[in-house]
């Protein structure tokens, strides 16, 4: 969330840890290792220059925890399966301006994967106005 209307610079972070999250729902697929989901996400970043603002991994499994093993991380090399439960919420944290993250859960199928949290990740839906 952010309140009021965004600087340009603002919505230069947002759209960057957007495309950071958009490769890890497009990497997060059966038969994959975490390391490589990890590999994707920062890839994106690095294009971006933006790898030195990451300050934790990608995501993490879900099980009888909120955050458990296997991680989406460059040393975990868990193979990913179907049935598996993952967050997807890599973050951008920029000194005096703000942290950027969007967490998403995300079911590992036969076939690619499926968001299950559907709450909305365009920055317009997610400003409140100013008074």
Do not use: K, N, W
């Amino acid at each position: 969330m952010h309140v009021g209307e965004p600087t340009p610079e603002f919505e230069r972070y947002f759209a960057a840890m957007l495309a950071a999250q958009d490769a890890g729902l497009a990497a997060l697929r059966a038969g994959r290792p975490c390391s490589a989901v990890e590999a994707d996400v920062q890839a994106v970043l690095a294009d971006l220059d933006l790898t030195h603002l990451i300050r934790h991994h990608t995501g993490h499994a879900f099980g009888l925890e909120g955050h458990e093993h296997p991680f989406l991380d460059l040393d975990d090399h868990t193979v990913i399966e179907p049935g598996m439960i993952f967050s997807i919420e890599p973050g951008l944290y920029v000194p005096g301006l703000a942290g950027f993250r969007h967490s998403d859960t995300v079911l590992v199928t036969e076939d690619g994967a499926e968001r299950l949290s559907l709450y909305p990740r365009d920055l317009p839906s997610l400003l409140i106005p100013a008074s």
